[in-house]
């Protein structure tokens, strides 16, 4: 591909030459995304979690100590998503340019089943696929993520378009490192195999080999 920026004799800006890199990139990685390889043999005293497909992005239900309660967790950047400025120029810096990142958390009550969550999710959900967790890998990342919102609790902003209160995350956001990304990272942490990264929400499972 010829990316040279002249066109007309006339050098292209840095930024629009930026640009059209950045669009063959996106193009090439619109068919990105990432298996889920279940283990062959069931996990030590297994919880299931909730992985929610929300057409472009994901986000991740974990449960309470018991029925009556599951907690939402997704990630994003902070102006497009906590403070829902969708325009394209928001989106265009996501993508172009680290930036400032978000945790999105949302305590629900129970129980964390799939009626249940599309239920007390608002935003629509394409498809919501259940995994079994070993409780102690899910405790853990929950007391992980529990302590990023804690600790970023003075940036705390609730969003009614998407029904969850957010807080300053301290990666950057970034195309490697979107809201998809990040999720495939949580369930890396559950000790779950993930082949692959996506780029959008395009998610497979399949049984150990």
């Known amino acids: 591909m010829n990316l ?3 066109k007309a004799g006339r050098p292209v800006g840095a930024f629009a030459a930026r640009a059209m890199i950045l669009c063959g990139m996106v193009a090439l990685l619109t068919g990105c995304g990432a298996t889920i390889v279940k283990p062959d043999s069931p ?10 497909d929300h057409g ?10 018991d029925d009556t309660a599951m907690t939402r967790y997704s990630y994003g950047d902070w102006s497009y998503y906590a403070e829902a400025d ?3 120029k928001s989106g265009f810096r996501a993508l172009m340019w680290p930036t400032q990142a978000t945790l999105g958390r949302r305590v629900l009550e129970g129980p964390p089943d799939e009626t249940t969550v599309r239920s007390r999710v608002r935003v629509g959900i394409a498809e919501i696929i259940p995994l079994e967790v070993a409780s102690r890998e899910a405790r853990s990342l929950q007391q992980a993520l529990d302590a990023v919102y804690e600790e970023q609790l003075s940036t705390r902003l609730y969003n009614a378009r998407f029904d969850l209160e957010f807080v300053e995350h301290p990666r950057d956001y970034s195309l490697s490192s979107n ?3 990040m999720v495939a990272e949580w369930l890396r942490d ?3 195999e993930v082949r692959g990264q996506p780029v ?10």
């Open 190 to 192: 559950l000790g779950l």
């Open 56 to 65: 472009r992005h994901s986000s991740l239900v974990l449960p309470g100590p």
């Open 4 to 6: 040279e920026p002249w």
């Open 200 to 209: 959008w929400s395009r998610w497979r499972v399949q049984s150990g080999e």
């Open 43 to 52: 996990p030590e005293d297994p919880v299931t979690v909730l992985l929610l």
């Open 179 to 181: 809201s998809n990304g």
């Open 86 to 88: 969708m325009g394209w």
